[in-house]
């Protein structure tokens, strides 16, 4: 018999149902062969001033040096292109704090598509003026990221478009994963690999890649004090929700995705918090001595090795820097807060 999603098996025939689907790694290479097309791959260098700063060996994954300084072209970009393998698309929308929603309207451009994106209220400037720039048509609604996308998601189906989420797209991980690819395939006896979380797209697909390339590597994932939605429910192994109040907007989440959260208890080794303090200290000395401008998100994996520099020490680290999308205000703040000091 079927159950009512056409799937053999039915709770009490003693039948194992089959299990959710999910991110694969034949998925992250064939992203990176549909993407490639269109992206290149990004920096991986080792800094002298953090290695000697943590005591580590330590690399940055520079996913800033791309068409839309951040890495959320490439999962938009393998989303959609999938959309149109298998049939009419005409539009993309999605819901986004900024820089996935930069992906989606440059991968939309890409291809002759309509963007739609989704924003909350008050975000950040200069990602609404990059949206824009890549052709995008910018909605600012709801109170955080979760009132968008709910706004989003009915926009979609309203106009029969093709939804691109961040958090519950297989397609989205996958391209995601590439970064992961990239890291493990350059870079050989890796023992940590520190990367920022938001909605656990990123977390999932680098922990997908890099423990399948190199299974003795750890991937931790960061995320602020101030949105520890999927911190906690990593750790309660279930999905808790939590208010965001942090500026760090890359690495907010306030209901986490079952997908993305079900993607981080199976490949990220832990899950672990950084102040809003700590994050402009990062990015700070990021700039000062990585010699590279992020995002205060995308500081949380330094801010975080710098926590951990005694469990670090003599070890091998990457660092991903995930987005350099800021305004001069913050980096003003940045720049006001004292820098990591030298080891």
């Known amino acids: 018999m079927t159950n009512e999603h056409g799937s053999a098996g039915a709770i009490g025939t003693g039948e194992k149902l089959a299990s959710p689907p999910a991110p694969t790694y034949a998925g992250v290479l064939a992203a990176r062969d549909r993407i490639s097309r269109h992206l290149n791959t990004t920096p991986l260098v080792r800094s002298a001033a953090l290695s000697a700063l943590l005591g580590a060996d330590v690399w940055i994954k520079a996913e800033s040096v791309s068409p839309i300084a951040s890495f959320k072209a490439r999962g938009a970009l393998n989303h959609i292109l999938q959309a149109r393998e298998s049939g009419d698309c005409e539009t993309a929308v999605t819901s986004s704090t900024g820089n996935h929603g930069q992906g989606v309207a440059y991968a939309s451009a890409l291809v002759g598509l309509r963007a739609d994106i989704f924003l909350p209220l008050g975000s950040v400037a200069i990602k609404q003026h990059m949206i824009k720039l890549f052709g995008g048509t910018v909605h600012e609604i709801g109170h955080d990221i979760d009132a968008a996308k709910d706004h989003a998601r009915r926009f979609a189906g309203e ?185």
């Open 159 to 343: 106009h029969k478009a093709t939804f691109v989420d961040d958090g519950e797209s297989i397609a989205v991980v996958e391209g995601a994963g590439t970064v992961g690819l990239e890291i493990a395939e350059a870079l050989p006896d890796i023992d940590r690999v520190y990367t920022p979380m938001g909605s656990g797209t990123l977390a999932t697909g680098i922990g997908l890649s890099v423990r399948t390339v190199q299974p003795s590597a750890e991937v931790i994932a960061v995320q602020s004090e101030g949105s520890p939605a999927m911190v906690e429910s990593y750790r309660a192994r279930a999905a808790i929700e939590r208010p965001i109040d942090t500026f760090a907007d890359c690495i907010v989440c306030r209901v986490p995705a079952d997908l993305a959260l079900r993607g981080i208890i199976e490949w990220i080794n832990d899950c672990r918090l950084v102040t809003d303090d700590q994050l402009l200290s990062a990015m700070h000395t990021m700039l000062i001595w990585g010699h590279l401008l992020v995002e205060p998100g995308a500081a949380s994996p330094l801010a975080r090795a710098y926590v951990d520099r005694d469990e670090i020490r003599g070890k091998r680290v990457v660092l991903v820097a995930s987005g350099a999308n800021v305004g001069s205000e913050m980096i003003g703040r940045a720049l006001a807060a004292p820098a990591f000091g030298m080891a």
